[in-house]
Protein backbone atom coordinates (compact mmCIF):
# COMPACT_ATOMS: atom_id res chain seq x y z
CA UNK A 1 0.00 0.00 0.00
CA UNK A 2 0.89 3.54 -0.44
CA UNK A 3 2.32 5.48 2.31
CA UNK A 4 2.40 9.40 2.29
CA UNK A 5 5.48 11.19 3.09
CA UNK A 6 5.04 14.94 4.93
CA UNK A 7 7.41 17.17 5.01
CA UNK A 8 7.75 20.91 6.02
CA UNK A 9 7.68 20.66 10.03
CA UNK A 10 10.16 22.60 12.18
CA UNK A 11 10.45 24.70 15.37
CA UNK A 12 9.02 27.84 14.90
CA UNK A 13 7.91 30.86 17.61
CA UNK A 14 4.20 31.34 18.45
CA UNK A 15 3.04 33.84 15.67
CA UNK A 16 5.34 31.96 13.01
CA UNK A 17 4.46 30.29 9.91
CA UNK A 18 5.08 26.85 8.13
CA UNK A 19 3.69 24.69 5.10
CA UNK A 20 3.82 21.27 5.44
CA UNK A 21 3.52 19.23 1.97
CA UNK A 22 2.24 15.91 1.41
CA UNK A 23 3.26 13.49 -1.27
CA UNK A 24 2.24 9.85 -1.86
CA UNK A 25 4.35 8.26 -5.11
CA UNK A 26 2.36 5.46 -7.18
CA UNK A 27 -1.37 6.93 -6.32
CA UNK A 28 -2.93 10.13 -7.84
CA UNK A 29 -3.49 12.04 -4.83
CA UNK A 30 -6.49 14.05 -6.59
CA UNK A 31 -8.69 10.76 -6.86
CA UNK A 32 -9.56 11.22 -3.42
CA UNK A 33 -10.59 13.69 -0.75
CA UNK A 34 -7.38 14.44 1.68
CA UNK A 35 -6.92 15.03 5.04
CA UNK A 36 -4.21 16.75 7.23
CA UNK A 37 -4.37 15.23 10.90
CA UNK A 38 -2.02 15.79 14.32
CA UNK A 39 -1.42 13.83 17.26
CA UNK A 40 -0.15 16.04 20.33
CA UNK A 41 2.00 13.80 22.82
CA UNK A 42 -0.42 12.11 24.93
CA UNK A 43 -3.23 12.47 22.82
CA UNK A 44 -5.23 10.70 19.99
CA UNK A 45 -4.83 11.82 16.88
CA UNK A 46 -7.03 14.52 15.45
CA UNK A 47 -8.45 15.65 12.14
CA UNK A 48 -7.07 19.30 11.77
CA UNK A 49 -8.29 20.55 7.57
CA UNK A 50 -9.68 18.16 4.83
CA UNK A 51 -9.88 18.83 0.93
CA UNK A 52 -12.75 17.54 -1.31
CA UNK A 53 -11.70 16.19 -4.85
CA UNK A 54 -13.10 19.65 -5.62
CA UNK A 55 -11.25 21.34 -3.63
CA UNK A 56 -13.83 22.49 -0.78
CA UNK A 57 -12.42 22.37 2.67
CA UNK A 58 -13.61 22.11 5.90
CA UNK A 59 -11.63 22.59 9.14
CA UNK A 60 -11.35 21.98 12.89
CA UNK A 61 -12.65 25.04 15.01
CA UNK A 62 -9.18 25.16 16.66
CA UNK A 63 -7.57 26.18 13.14
CA UNK A 64 -9.98 28.03 11.62
CA UNK A 65 -8.92 30.84 10.44
CA UNK A 66 -5.13 29.82 10.77
CA UNK A 67 -4.64 27.33 8.89
CA UNK A 68 -5.49 26.83 4.94
CA UNK A 69 -5.35 23.36 3.14
CA UNK A 70 -4.79 22.77 -0.46
CA UNK A 71 -4.29 20.67 -3.19
CA UNK A 72 -1.72 21.06 -6.38
CA UNK A 73 -3.01 18.04 -8.52
CA UNK A 74 -0.24 18.47 -11.33
CA UNK A 75 2.13 18.26 -7.98
CA UNK A 76 0.37 15.00 -7.04
CA UNK A 77 0.80 17.52 -3.72
CA UNK A 78 -1.24 18.32 -0.54
CA UNK A 79 -0.25 21.38 1.55
CA UNK A 80 -1.02 22.94 5.07
CA UNK A 81 -0.19 26.31 5.14
CA UNK A 82 -0.25 26.94 9.17
CA UNK A 83 -0.12 30.83 9.99
CA UNK A 84 -0.13 32.55 13.81
CA UNK A 85 0.74 29.16 15.29
CA UNK A 86 0.05 28.48 19.09
CA UNK A 87 2.01 26.49 21.48
CA UNK A 88 -1.11 24.14 21.59
CA UNK A 89 -0.20 23.43 17.86
CA UNK A 90 2.84 21.65 18.70
CA UNK A 91 2.10 18.05 17.28
CA UNK A 92 3.10 15.46 14.64
CA UNK A 93 1.31 16.51 11.51
CA UNK A 94 0.14 13.58 9.15
CA UNK A 95 -1.99 13.39 5.74
CA UNK A 96 -3.84 10.53 4.87
CA UNK A 97 -6.96 10.61 2.84
CA UNK A 98 -10.55 11.54 4.37
CA UNK A 99 -11.33 9.39 5.67
CA UNK A 100 -8.21 7.83 6.51
CA UNK A 101 -7.48 4.80 4.80
CA UNK A 102 -4.13 2.59 4.61
CA UNK A 103 -0.64 3.13 6.07
CA UNK A 104 0.35 6.17 7.95
CA UNK A 105 3.20 8.27 7.04
CA UNK A 106 6.35 9.02 9.47
CA UNK A 107 4.47 13.26 10.00
CA UNK A 108 6.23 15.70 10.55
CA UNK A 109 6.88 17.34 13.83
CA UNK A 110 5.63 21.04 13.99
CA UNK A 111 7.25 22.34 17.62
CA UNK A 112 6.07 25.94 18.55
CA UNK A 113 7.98 27.39 21.39
CA UNK A 114 9.35 30.32 22.44
Known amino acids: QVQPVESGGGLVQPGGSLRLSCVASGTILSLYPMGWYRQAPGKQRELVARISTSSS ?4 DSVKGRFT ?3 DNAKNT ?17 CNRY ?12 IVSS
Open 99 to 110: PAYGPWGQGTQV
Open 69 to 71: ISR
Open 57 to 60: TIYA
Open 78 to 94: VFLQMNSLKPEDTAVYY
